[in-house]
């Protein structure tokens, strides 16, 4: 089953700019990792979200070591408010298991 990650990071005053360039430079090469399922960026103008979907705790922690993930967070005291809350999650799949799961 997939583990599923919601991750909300919070910029500084001024900085939301800053932090979507820095989603923009590495998606393509996240989005390319083995066992990427899913990586997603939203915003609602005062946050940025990430909802992911690894094929295996073993994807996501080898997400977490690659290049791109690694100068995302050297770069993140330049422009994050606080740490990033990452979440893990496993998907309960109620209802339709399509619409039912991420």
Do not use: N
């Amino acid at each position: 089953m997939s583990l599923i990650v919601v991750a909300t990071m919070t910029p500084q005053p001024g900085k939301l700019q800053d932090l979507t360039d820095a989603f923009e430079q590495v998606a393509s090469a996240i989005q390319a990792e083995p066992g990427c399922e899913l990586y997603a960026i939203h915003s609602d103008g005062s946050v940025v979200v990430t909802i992911e979907r690894w094929e295996s705790e073993a994807a996501l922690d080898a997400h977490m070591k690659a290049p791109s993930v690694t100068a995302l967070l050297e770069q993140g005291p330049k422009f994050l408010a606080k740490a990033p809350e990452i979440v893990p999650m496993q998907a309960l799949g109620f209802g339709d298991p399509v619409k039912g799961t991420i």
